[in-house]
């Protein structure tokens, strides 16, 4: 007890000495020493690579899971050392209502199978996210997590004791100024030293954990592709489930919806290219070129516009972007800003959609429309 009593008043003595150094050489009381150029240099390096580090870590956690009471009940697994629960992704939640709200209306009605088969693609979706969660966690989050639990804490520490190693130097040479007889003289030179020789080990030490910093960009720029890649398999993957989900709806109710798709892949170009804006507003804006015609069974020599019904659904108001005028009888010309009514017909070029507006009736191009509804 004597012992730890003792051990205890010399830390803290050396605490306080060590307080006062550092409060005197805030103040400009006392002299510091420098650490050399390229020490400097490494601890700069490593401050910027564990800033960064941590804020790509903890945008990435935001990127993989947006909700934040899930986040934290992953961090606590990870703390309590257990495996985290799996979830079920968003995707496959939706797909399993799509599947159950189609055995309530019935799986042989059209709206129940296009639910069944739609909630099927839904969950394929959601498992292909649940695997990218997986392995961006283990190839990309745990190296950065590794990082930051475990090499930057001991950098860290080694960083505090050089700092202390420093002070205690400095202290040593305050008191060798300060000493007036041989005596005090020697003992402060000889306390000297063995500062000197603590730090100089100490520097050295922690020089070679700065300098490891340049593997750990290499490990992580190593994790970054794999993260890449992951990223690119699970995109790939929702392309192609998309894709074979468009070409079963497609064969299923080509019928009943003709030719959706090639409308919503024409419209989606319209959006993507002039603004919405009309040419009134914008009067530098140029509308698109002129669409060929058809040369299809509704070709403008065959299509006789007075025998188009409209369907009973499917119908949609537009708006006109750029003045048009018809080329031949079969089409509508319009004005830039008035709003008509749109509709599809089986077997009509993508390109156009029938056009009404009061009596009048006929063809006109997409890419000088807005489609509202």
């Keep these: 007890m004597d012992f730890n009593v003792k051990k205890l008043a010399s830390d803290a003595g050396v605490f306080f000495t060590r307080a006062v150094q550092y409060t005197e050489e805030k103040l400009g009381q006392a002299e510091k020493t420098e650490l050399d150029a390229h020490l400097e240099n490494l601890i700069a390096r490593a401050d910027c690579t564990k800033n960064w580090t941590e804020k790509i870590f903890r945008q990435t956690e935001v990127l993989l899971q947006p909700n934040p009471s899930a986040r934290i009940e992953e961090f606590f697994y990870e703390k309590l050392d257990r495996k985290i629960p799996s979830r079920t992704t968003n995707a496959e939640l939706l797909g399993q209502h799509m599947q159950d709200a189609a055995k309530e209306f019935g799986p042989g009605t059209p709206y129940g199978s296009t639910l069944i088969t739609v909630g099927e693609f839904q969950r394929r979706l959601g498992g292909a996210e649940r695997e990218f969660l997986q392995m961006s966690a283990i190839n990309f989050l745990t190296p950065l997590r590794n990082f930051l639990e475990g090499d930057w804490k001991t950098i860290s520490k080694e960083r505090r004791l050089l700092e202390n190693r420093r002070l205690d130097l400095d202290i040593c040479k305050a008191r060798l100024k300060k000493a007036k007889l041989a005596e005090a003289k020697s003992a402060a030179e000889h306390e000297l030293r063995v500062a000197?020789?603590?730090?100089?080990?100490?520097?050295?030490?922690?020089?070679?954990?700065?300098?490891?910093?340049?593997?750990?960009?290499?490990?992580?720029?190593?994790?970054?592709?794999?993260?890449?890649?992951?990223?690119?398999?699970?995109?790939?993957?929702?392309h192609k489930h998309m894709q074979d989900l468009q070409k079963e709806l497609s064969s299923a109710n080509g019928d009943t919806f003709p030719n959706s798709f090639a409308v919503?892949?024409?419209?989606?170009?319209?959006?993507?290219?002039?603004?919405?804006?009309?040419s009134a507003t914008l009067p530098e804006a140029s509308p698109p070129s002129h669409p060929s015609n058809p040369s299809n069974a509704l070709e403008s020599s065959t299509l006789k516009i007075e025998e188009v019904k409209p369907p009973a659904?499917?119908?949609?108001?537009?708006?006109?972007?750029?003045d048009y005028d018809a080329a031949d009888t079969s089409e509508l010309s319009l004005l830039a800003d008035e709003l008509i009514t749109v509709?599809?017909?089986p077997g009509m070029d993508p390109d156009w959609l029938i056009g009404e507006r009061g009596n009048q009736k006929g063809k006109v191009p997409v890419t000088y429309l807005e489609l509202l509804s």
């Design 343 to 345: 509709y599809t017909v």
């Design 313 to 322: 659904t499917g119908t949609r108001k537009a708006k006109v972007l750029y």
């Design 264 to 278: 919503n892949a024409s419209t989606s170009g319209v959006s993507a290219g002039p603004s919405h804006l009309s």
């Design 196 to 238: 000197q020789t603590e730090f100089d080990r100490q520097a050295e030490v922690t020089r070679l954990l700065l300098e490891g910093i340049s593997s750990t960009h290499v490990n992580h720029l190593r994790c970054l592709h794999e993260f890449v890649e992951a990223q690119a398999a699970y995109y790939a993957q929702c």
